[in-house]
């Protein structure tokens, strides 16, 4: 996904990063990596991620 400042983003979610799911900036954009074995445990905890995701750009980027 696009960002203002995706190093910045991914920098504040490292600490919180679950074994599922690799997170990396790349040409201005949040690249994000996720291996789950039940499509339901994707659906939910990547939604959780993703508003993680939103509140970091709202926050570093004010």
Do not use: R
């Not at 996904?1 to 997170?23: I, T």
């Not at 990596?33 to 939910?44: A, M």
Request: aromatic share 4%.
């Amino acid at each position: 996904m696009d960002s203002k400042d995706p190093e910045a983003v991914v920098k504040a979610l490292k600490p919180d990063d679950p074994e599922w799911c690799k997170c990396w900036s790349e040409k201005g954009q949040i690249m994000i990596e996720v291996k789950v074995e039940k499509i339901g445990t994707l659906l939910s905890a990547l939604d959780d991620y993703l508003m993680n995701i939103k509140m970091c750009e709202k926050i570093l980027l004010e």
